[in-house]
């Protein structure tokens, strides 16, 4: 059983930055993919990154360019740095783990972008 917390969310303003942490209680070495998700209200939960095993790294395409995932197996952790926040940014961002052909979710970090 694998837990994971998000950390870093909070609000800023358009064209700033955020760096999202995913702290994973276990080891995430095995971990086939680590990804980010977002959700606002009324829309369904998106994908927005997701790193799998090795350095194959993918993005969606509203954040392709600005938003950048990587992984720390020493310290069980993934990270969200997000450059040129826009609103259309914010939601509450979650992380998941794929582990042996679980799933695994965070509680989610939210994530306020102004105008």
């Known amino acids: 059983q694998v837990q994971l917390v998000e950390s870093g969310g909070g609000s800023v303003q358009t064209g700033g930055s955020l760096r999202l942490s995913c702290a994973a209680s276990?080891?995430?070495?095995?971990?086939?993919?680590m990804s980010w998700y977002r959700q606002t209200p009324g829309k369904e939960r998106e994908f927005v990154a997701g790193v799998i095993s090795g350095a194959n790294k993918k993005y969606g395409d509203s954040v392709e360019g600005r938003f950048t995932i990587s992984r720390d197996n020493v310290k069980n952790t993934v990270y969200l740095q997000m450059n040129s926040l826009n609103p259309e940014d914010t939601g509450v961002y979650y992380c998941?783990?794929?582990?042996?052909?679980?799933?695994?979710w965070g509680p989610g970090s939210r994530v306020t972008v102004s105008s």
């Open positions: 998941k783990a794929v582990i042996r052909g679980h799933e695994f």
């Open positions: 276990g080891s995430i070495y095995s971990a086939t993919a």
